[in-house]
């Protein structure tokens, strides 16, 4: 029998963290310090432990909660819930209504370890569904990395081409230890009027930084005029990494500065021990660029067990589809 | 860039098997005799080849189809497609809109291939999805087999005690070349009931199989004292692969562990065939954790299908479809 139970904040983040890494599909969206970073966006960061009959950890969850008026309670793990699949069970659901205070509550979670038709069985079993507006496509490219040399002969030949033509930046490369946001808003503002995409908000960034800072890499280039034109950061923790952010003005654009920045955060996560890249996401029907951008750094593409929701209600599940597909992003 | 071509009847009825054969991922369902058998339900088997710029197959697809009111078409391919898989792209899908010569166009296919990310990153990118109400468990048990002794030794301890056992009973195992379906219908009947199952196979089913497909047909019975059938199981083999069809125990048979023995007996029979691939046909350890268990202690490891995949020409099609099936799942 296995019993889910609240960790209180007391027990504060080395333990929370501790514990979550000793899960082989941990990830840095159920770290202690990305629930303080959503908390700065209204939600209320919950953390529970499942245990065994022998009292030992199981499985673990951070879930975001936030409250609607009469008393609705949305529930969103990202990343989550972490270990024994076969303990995301009724058992979760209960314990998930009794945290909520709430007899209306639509939970989704977003399970980042690799698909498996057996996982999904469990899940159907414990009456987990898809969502049928999903927020995310379920797919990740993922980087195995060894050496630096295993990288380089992982590349695709485009890849490699471009890697050549940023070469002269290489000097302009390096680690951003104290990354300013004045700067890095100023290429995504660059890059947005180049190229029309929505970036992140300073609140997000300030918050990102704030809370997560230890966790965060950060390389950036340097132009003629030691102005910034492009950088990337990623989020590391155990062995494994996860693009967060990377931005360029068209100059550096236009001398393929990711390709180098991507290659020196590589370098840099290969010494520090990393194992698992994971490129952050990717729509296989998207753009083609991407996809060939992400794919040429010799990554292979990961379908995640990913998104699946439960609710006490179907009407409240509709209906919480209903507004995700309204307004997606913000979860 | 790849061209597809639909078979004529004639045409695939000469060469369909063999070109199947080349295909590494071939199996029973995609077999001209499986469509035949599928055809005596109302089906209509179309058959298509991939061809590569140097007139290479490169790929091939048997699927069944189905016309309802307002011309909507149902297009469900078992097992298929199959070969390369870049293949199964807009030129696939385009060329099924016009063979079903509709614009209202749902299909589903079920590959038997073993799971890789890859291929199904491809198959997402090519606009199929994962049918949010699957027929099966998307997962089986398979047999790797090289000879008898090595599957002999693959097999748990208690797997082999219970053969043993079911040695020493008072019954005997044989081949059945002319499963008698009044027959095999009642040893289902006693399995049905005993376990609370809907019918598994109706006689008309039954029929079809053993006569449409009987050249690929291997099947065994369990008779007990005074010549009654205690239980029986049939495969299908295709090259070197064979594919569990069907399987019950009556419960005098349930008693003597007559499943064991017929098992084993099949299987050694595929091996004389020249079978290495022994596909137990799905389980689901979630919510048949008897039946998995009982096929995992035969030595058997976990294969999982890159599995059941839809497309249509309307998304309401595909949402209506998967209501249809999930009210009413089986019979496809």
């Known amino acids: ?331 | 860039m790849v061209n597809w071509q639909l078979l004529s009847e004639q045409a695939s009825a000469e060469t369909w098997d063999s070109n199947l054969l080349q295909m590494p991922d071939y199996n029973i369902f995609q077999t001209h005799a499986w469509g035949r058998h599928r055809s005596n339900f109302g089906w209509t088997p179309l058959r298509l080849i991939a061809y590569d710029e140097g007139n290479n197959a490169t790929a091939m697809l048997q699927v069944m189809m189905r016309r309802y009111p307002g011309n909507i078409v149902l297009l469900w391919g078992p097992g298929g497609p199959v070969g390369n898989i870049d293949a199964w792209d807009d030129s696939l899908r385009e060329a099924l809109v016009q063979v079903a010569q509709s614009r209202r166009v749902y299909c589903r296919i079920s590959s038997l291939r073993a799971y890789r990310s890859e291929d199904a990153f491809i198959l997402a990118a090519c606009s199929w999805t994962r049918c949010s109400q699957p027929l099966n468990s998307g997962l089986s048990l398979c047999l790797e087999l090289s000879n008898e002794e090595q599957y002999l030794k693959g097999m748990t301890k208690n797997w082999r005690y219970n053969l043993n056992r079911a040695k020493r009973q008072e019954q005997t195992v044989g081949l059945w070349e002319e499963p008698d379906i009044e027959e095999v219908r009642k040893v289902y009947d006693s399995m049905e009931e005993l376990k609370g199952l809907e019918v598994q196979h109706t006689a008309k089913d039954l029929l079809s199989i053993f006569q449409v497909c009987r050249d690929n047909i291997i099947a065994y019975c369990c008779l007990g004292e005074s010549g009654e059938v205690l239980g029986l199981k049939a495969c299908a083999v295709f090259g070197e692969k064979a594919m569990d069809l069907l399987a019950a125990n009556a419960v005098e048979g349930r008693k003597t562990s007559a499943s064991y023995w017929l098992s084993a007996t099949v299987v050694a029979h595929a091996i004389k065939m020249g079978v290495t691939h022994y596909d137990l046909n799905g389980v689901d350890p979630v919510a048949n954790q008897g039946v998995f268990k009982f096929k995992k202690e035969m030595g058997a490891h976990l294969l999982e299908y890159l599995g059941e995949w839809d497309w249509s020409t309307s998304n309401w099609l595909k949402r209506a479809f998967n209501w249809a099936i999930m009210k009413r799942s089986g019979g496809m």
Request: aromatic fraction near 10%; charge should be neutral; charged fraction near 25%.
């Open chain 1, 1 to 331: 029998m296995i019993t889910w139970q609240p960790i209180s904040d007391e027990t504060g983040p080395g333990d929370w963290n501790n514990s979550v890494l000793l899960f082989p599909d941990y990830n840095i969206y159920q770290t202690y310090a990305w629930g303080q970073h959503r908390e700065d966006f209204g939600w209320q960061p919950l953390r529970l432990m499942a245990r065994d009959e022998e009292n030992r950890p199981v499985a673990m969850m951070q879930v975001m909660l936030r409250r609607y008026p009469g008393n609705v309670v949305l529930l969103w793990s990202p990343g989550g819930p972490v270990g024994n699949i076969e303990a995301w069970n009724e058992n979760l659901h209960q314990e998930l209504v009794r945290q909520a205070g709430s007899g209306k509550v639509f939970c989704r979670i977003a399970s980042r370890r690799a698909y498996q038709t057996k996982d999904v069985l469990h899940l159907k079993a414990a009456s987990w569904t898809k969502p049928a507006q999903p927020l995310n496509s379920g797919w990740t490219m993922l980087l195995e990395l060894v050496d630096e040399e295993g990288f380089l002969n992982g590349l695709s030949e485009g890849w490699r081409r471009k890697l050549d033509r940023s070469q002269k930046l290489e000097d302009s490369i390096s680690l951003w230890e104290k990354p300013e946001l004045e700067a890095m808003l100023q290429v995504y503002d660059a890059m947005e009027e180049y190229e029309g995409l929505e970036v992140h908000s300073r609140e997000r960034l300030q918050s990102l930084f704030r809370r997560c800072g230890e966790n965060i890499l950060v390389f950036r280039c340097l132009g003629n005029n030691d102005e910034v034109i492009g950088f990337r950061a990623c989020a590391r923790w155990g062995d494994k990494a996860w693009d967060l952010l990377g931005a360029a003005t068209p100059e550096g654009r236009q001398a393929c500065v990711s390709y180098g920045l991507t290659r020196a955060m590589l370098n840099h996560c290969i010494k520090l021990g990393i194992k698992h890249y994971d490129l952050s996401g990717i729509d296989p029907s998207g753009l083609k660029w991407v996809i060939d951008y992400k794919k040429g750094t010799g990554a292979r593409p990961l379908e995640y067990l990913g998104e699946w929701e439960w609710s006490t209600s179907n009407w409240l599940k509709r209906g919480a589809n209903w507004a995700i597909k309204k307004k997606g992003d913000g979860l």
